[in-house]
């Protein structure tokens, strides 16, 4: 056979191939909700702008409704726009949509031994346990906002010793943001300048802007074919490693120095329970799963406050006059002798709702984890079979950055709205609720109100630039959305 006939049967072969997928294509869509018309293989790639799937999203929900097909690679997904989709799916039909989705930028690193990407009931019992423990050890309690107290006390004063320089708040706001996490975890805080604490944050900051990224869109809808593309999305297995080696050295001085009646923290309660059920064959707990589910704890409880706090700042830079009115109830609240208190909240009705319009911009992590189904089940009207993905989208509800910007700003926060600002917020928090709640909600709610409360009472924040020429939009929406790069000069009050 010649070259001309080899090239035309793979020419035919290849056009067969294309038929065949759109005939699947089509056999599909004919029971989904609807949505723009993928090709075989990419899917809607092409139709996504992959540095910021968000505003995609947005657009797609205006043409096809708050519930459409979207296909991420050559699988289909289903999108759920606004908070009655949301509510229908998350909450009322919550064991039918609670499964967690495949998320490869986290699960090829972690494996099936982890609390937040994997299914089934071992899954299930180290979620609960890990929930368990972090209450224990003061997790919305008192003794746990010490802890951020404290934290905030060695912040203030390494923020002190900058002298008013040009500084970026990235490490700061992480090192201390995780140390209250670390803390709960290891057993103790690192000191600013101990090499692992940077390690840790520097791996986790490193991970989550890849993934936040176009490289982690992509990587997360082709991993297989990934594996072998050049690009920073190679890096990520080595971050993963440099906290996983850090943590295995923890776990052996705990195992050296364990006392089963008084555990010290999340490693010693772990490898109590992998005592207890040293003879259950298929327990939840053994020492493999131990360091993944620490690393699930760890960049659960550092990235995303720690990156709301460094977005916070930087809105209140570009808008001077909300940081001064946070700062006169301040003022007027806690005054300047004595530290903020979680019992503060409730005469501080400003800086409440301003954390939550910051909260409601930012929108950390604007499309959540995603889900897929447990079994077949009908939605809308439409037939979703068993394993489709499911993406919610919550900044369809909150109304993704739209107001932020405009003149009346400051009438976003006087008290008649208050509560619908916090309506918007709680409404959207309570879709995560159920089966796949945050573990460190409660946490993360107190670490913002602390730390930012502790920070304007004790500094003033001013740009390097004109407050006019300040970016405010996200640089990358894929698991995240990440605020532009900066430097601030930190003025003592």
């Known amino acids: 056979m010649d070259w001309s006939s080899t090239l035309l049967l793979l020419f035919i072969f290849f056009i067969v191939c294309i038929i065949l997928n759109y005939i ?10 609807p949505g723009p018309m993928p090709v075989p293989f990419l899917g809607n790639l092409l139709q996504l702008n992959t540095n910021d799937i968000v505003s995609t999203l947005m657009k797609l929900k205006d043409k096809y409704g708050p519930v ?11 999108v759920i726009c606004g908070y009655r989709a949301m509510k229908e799916a998350l909450i009322d039909q919550n064991e039918v949509f ?6 490869p ?18 899954a299930k019992i180290r979620r609960r346990f890990a929930i368990l423990t972090l209450r224990n050890f003061g997790m919305g309690k008192r003794s746990i906002e010490e802890r951020i107290l404290e934290e905030a006390h060695f912040l203030i004063k390494e923020f002190k010793e900058t002298k008013g320089s040009p500084v970026s708040l ?11 996490i670390c803390s709960i975890v290891y057993g103790n805080r690192f000191d600013y300048n101990d090499k692992r604490l940077k390690a840790i944050t520097d791996s986790i900051f490193n991970n989550f802007s890849i993934m936040s990224s176009m490289w982690g869109t992509i990587y997360n809808m082709y991993p297989d074919i990934m594996e072998y593309v050049p690009g920073p999305h190679k890096k990520m297995k080595k971050y993963f490693q440099d906290i996983y080696d850090i943590t295995e050295d923890f776990i052996k001085h705990h195992e050296k120095t364990l006392d089963p009646k008084n555990p010290r923290d999340y490693i010693d ?29 760890i960049f659960g409880g550092t990235e995303t406050v720690s990156t709301t706090l460094r977005y916070g700042i930087l809105i209140l830079m570009k808008y001077p006059e909300i940081a001064e009115k946070i700062q006169e109830e301040i003022d007027n609240v806690v005054g300047r ?22 909260m409601r911009f930012c929108d950390v992590i604007p499309l959540s984890l995603p889900r897929k189904l447990s079994q077949n089940t009908v939605f809308r009207g439409f037939s979703i079979p068993k394993a489709t993905h499911l993406m919610p989208s919550a900044p369809s509800y909150t109304h993704h950055r739209q107001r932020i910007g405009d003149s009346d700003i400051i009438s976003r926060y006087t008290c008649c709205n208050i509560f619908r600002i916090f309506q918007s917020v709680n409404n959207v928090v309570s879709l995560w609720s159920g089966k796949r709640i945050c573990l460190g909600e409660s946490l993360a709610r107190m670490e913002l109100f602390l730390f930012f409360t502790a ?15 300040l970016n405010i939009q996200p640089t990358g929406t894929g698991l995240g959305s990440i605020p532009p790069t900066y430097k601030c000069c930190i003025l003592s009050r």
């Open 170 to 180: 990235t490490s700061y706001l992480a090192h201390s943001v995780s140390n209250v």
């Open 269 to 297: 309660c772990f490898l109590i329970k992998i005592k207890e059920e040293m003879d259950n064959p298929d327990s939840a707990f053994y020492i493999k799963s131990l360091p993944r589910t620490i690393q699930n704890l």
């Open 105 to 122: 930028v986290f699960l090829n690193f972690v494996g099936d031994h982890d609390i937040a990407f994997t299914n089934g009931e071992k």
């Open 98 to 103: 609670g499964d967690r989705g495949e998320y």
């Open 24 to 33: 699947k294509i089509f056999k599909e869509k004919a029971t989904l909700p």
């Open 455 to 469: 920070l304007l009472q004790n500094f003033t924040f001013k740009p390097v630039i004109s407050k006019d020429e």
């Open 68 to 78: 459409f097909t979207l296909y991420f690679g050559p699988k289909p997904g289903i």
């Open 337 to 358: 002798d004595r530290s903020p208190s979680i019992a503060d909240r409730n005469q501080m009705p400003y800086t409440e709702a301003t954390i939550y319009e910051i």
